[in-house]
């Protein structure tokens, strides 16, 4: 027990926590598309899926950069501005007076 503890304490911290957060949201986006799919009978995208990418997206960036981690960084960069950009079209379609 003494092993498991001082493993612990060794590999876990707050920024593990936060990884470990932002991965957890980014996951959480396909377990809403998945009942949501079920429910329709049907492949659907609900508009939460965007958020749940957005928020687990910038979690994880900010991780990748406080781990110096440039391919992470690289590639969380890229999705926060995609799933940004389909917020704006979802936002858009919803008030097309505003546009």
Do not use: C
């Amino acid at each position: 027990m003494q092993n498991v503890m001082a493993w612990i304490s060794a590999h876990f911290s707050l920024w593990t926590l936060i990884g470990l957060f932002g991965q957890a949201m980014f996951m959480m986006r396909f377990v809403v598309q998945w009942i949501a799919s079920e429910k329709a009978k049907q492949s659907v995208m609900p508009h939460i899926f965007w958020y749940f990418s957005l928020g687990g997206g910038l979690i994880v960036f900010v991780y990748a950069i406080h781990q110096e981690d440039l391919v992470f960084m690289l590639g969380q960069g890229l999705g926060v501005f995609i799933y940004l950009r389909n917020i704006y079209f979802i936002r858009k379609r919803r008030h097309p007076a505003n546009a």
